[in-house]
């Protein structure tokens, strides 16, 4: 089980790592702390672009492996220290 927790806490500091690129990536939609460093100023006529559809698609993505991840550490530690 040594390996598997192992592998599994490799892809969480890596996804981890991904996830917060990602949302950092992401443009601010307004009333936030973007407007505080001015990035509110821009407005968007065109809506959500494909680019803007694919990175919430893979950042949707990267949070779902992000939350299966834990899931799966916490029951290997459960079930291990049981036996």
């Known amino acids: 089980m040594s390996v598997l927790r192992i592998v599994l806490q490799v ?3 890596i996804s981890s790592l991904f996830l917060t690129l990602l949302i950092l990536l992401h443009k601010g939609k307004g009333g936030g702390l973007s407007d505080m460093f001015g990035g509110g100023v821009t407005t968007s006529l065109s809506g ?7 990175l919430n ?5 990267i949070a779902l492996v992000w939350t299966v991840c834990i899931v799966l ?3 290997v530690e459960r079930f291990t220290n049981e036996f």
């Not at 959500?48 to 694919?54: G, P, T, V």
């Not at 698609?57 to 993505?61: D, E």
């Open 73 to 75: 550490l916490g029951l």
């Open 11 to 13: 892809l969480l500091a």
């Open 48 to 54: 959500s672009s494909m680019a803007e559809r694919n």
């Open 57 to 61: 698609r893979f950042t949707v993505g």
